[in-house]
């Protein structure tokens, strides 16, 4: 058995602009600059972040003008909102093609981000509309963290009814599997956490089970959060809904999931998208139970987004509330998460998917 998933691409652009440089690197983008206008653009792309280069108001116009054409790594093709302008999604499109999605959430103590860290995705679940568009590539370490900036820029000049003016917290649970694309999401987080000055505790990383990934984020100087997407509690379901459970079967995931804990004094939390029929049975929460209580882990249930590409539907409200009680009641701790973002493409890989043409797609990573 492979001990590790392959990756197709792990550099896989060769573009400059300030968010593709490492922040140490700057300088090679100023070389007729003086060394303080290095920690001046610095300061501009991760202190304060704005969305064109004229809010850079210390810096020369020419040296403006200049940086201003790749100043981002993408293009904003789409903005939509929702939930009262509490739910903010974006479509970026990469300049060699490729769209990626960032989704904004409001609440009152916090701002919640979801980035992607691929465009697309290897690994094929069946019930997710990001693994149904394929493999594209894997993003950069600044074209992740560009997510996150421009989302900190677009706060300062639309700050969000009732919440923070800044992200307070990130989860990589946009399209892709960031431990598929571990180098980039390592730079990423470094930038996020060391330059930046995100505190690592507000981050959260999900996979669905990359176990070798999950053993080196455990190794950071981090302390990341790490949220494990199971979505079934034996193995012929589980790799029936995720191919990649016949590499990284739930035993090994779960020993991975353990070492985390152990590691980091964090405890993983649990990811489970309900299908009506599939992973929603009294016996599936029986087997789901003693697996989060032996991780001491926390089981957020997701209510499936449907996508025409698969036979799985939804879960009624009933179903819902009832396989999340009997977990309750076996001694589990579960939750249903709040979904935002319906009157919207909410959902990683729905916006484009409407955008592409195949409106009704939808994913419910």
């Not at 739910?87 to 989704?103: H, Q, S």
């Not at 981000?113 to 590539?137: H, K, N, P, V």
């Not at 505190?199 to 990341?224: K, Y």
């Amino acid at each position: 058995m492979p001990t590790e998933l392959r990756i197709v691409s792990d550099d896989p652009v060769d573009r400059d602009g300030p968010y593709l440089v490492a922040p140490e690197e700057l300088e090679r983008l100023l070389p007729d600059e003086p060394s303080f206008r290095v920690d001046q653009l610095r300061e501009w792309l991760y202190d304060k972040p704005v969305t064109t280069t004229e809010g850079m108001v210390n810096l020369p116009v020419a040296l403006r003008e200049r940086l201003d054409d790749n100043l981002w790594p993408f293009e904003v093709e789409q903005v939509q909102e929702a939930d009262g302008g509490r739910t903010r999604k974006w479509l970026f499109r990469m300049p060699d093609g490729p769209a990626i999605e960032a989704v904004l959430m409001g609440y009152r103590t916090r701002t919640t981000l979801c980035i992607s860290s691929q465009a697309g995705c290897a690994l094929g679940c069946t019930f997710c509309a990001t693994g149904q568009f394929g493999f594209e590539r894997n993003l950069l370490a600044g074209e992740i963290v560009a997510q996150v900036q421009w989302a900190e820029a677009s706060l300062r000049n639309q700050p969000m009814r009732n919440s923070p003016d800044h992200v307070t917290n990130i989860v990589y649970m946009g399209m892709g599997e960031p431990l598929a694309n571990y180098r980039q999401v390592r730079e990423s987080l470094r930038r996020l956490i060391e330059v930046k000055g995100m505190g690592a505790r507000r981050i959260t990383v999900s996979t669905v089970g990359v176990v070798p990934g999950m053993r080196r984020l455990a190794d950071e100087p981090w302390q990341v959060g790490l949220a494990v997407s199971l979505h079934a509690a034996e193995d012929t379901l589980r790799s029936s809904l995720i191919p990649l459970n016949d590499r990284h079967p739930l035993e090994e995931v779960e020993e991975a999931a353990q070492y985390f804990f152990d590691t980091t004094g964090r405890r993983v939390s649990i990811e489970w998208t309900l299908m009506d029929g599939v992973n929603d049975t009294d016996e599936q929460a029986d087997l789901l139970a003693p697996v989060a209580r032996r991780l001491d882990a926390h089981i957020n249930l997701i209510p499936m987004n449907p996508t025409p590409l698969t036979e799985d539907r939804p879960s009624s409200d009933d179903r819902v509330e009832a396989f999340r009680d009997r977990l309750l009641a076996l001694g589990a701790n579960a939750t249903v998460r709040t979904i935002r973002g319906q009157s919207i493409d909410g959902a990683c890989g729905q916006l484009r998917a409407a955008t592409d043409g195949r409106t009704g797609l939808t994913s419910s990573r």
